[in-house]
Nanobody
Framework: VQLQASGGGLVQAGGSLRLSCVAS????????MAWFRQAPGKEREGVAS???????TYNDSVKGRFTISSDKSLNTVHLQMNSLKPEDTAVYYC??????????????????WGKGTLVTVSS
């Protein structure tokens, strides 16, 4: 199983980034996927999830700014991040849910994790 995240970088506040996570080694079509982030000195938190049905959920702090999407033809999940804020600075991780339907951001509900990609938002 591999989850390869990319797309992180340095951006000014108000800017945009698009993260991608390419998955392999499991049935992507049947899987729920999620993005988490961990800021320096803080606990990891859920950012967005997308169930195998396409239903998406978001952390309140990113609603209206971030969009999660899934391209099943490429086994890839994206996170489009707009109107970025300095508080969005973190290492972002993609994860596969244990089930196709993801109902919350419980880390115990994730089966596999990718290595993170760093997003830095300057003020």
């Amino acid at each position: 199983v591999q989850l390869q995240a990319s797309g992180g970088g340095l951006v000014q506040a108000g800017g945009s980034l698009r993260l991608s996570c390419v998955a392999s080694g499991f049935a992507f079509d049947d899987s729920g996927m999620a993005w988490f982030r961990q800021a320096p000195g803080k606990e990891r938190e859920g950012v967005a999830s997308i169930s195998s049905s396409g239903a998406a959920t978001y952390n309140d702090s990113v609603k209206g700014r971030f969009t999660i999407s899934s391209d099943k033809s490429l086994n890839t999940v994206h996170l489009q991040m707009n109107s970025l804020k300095p508080e969005d600075t973190a290492v972002y991780y993609c994860a596969q849910g244990r089930y196709g339907n993801i109902v919350d951001f419980s880390q115990a509900g994730m089966r596999y994790w990718g290595k993170g990609t760093l997003v830095t938002v300057s003020s």
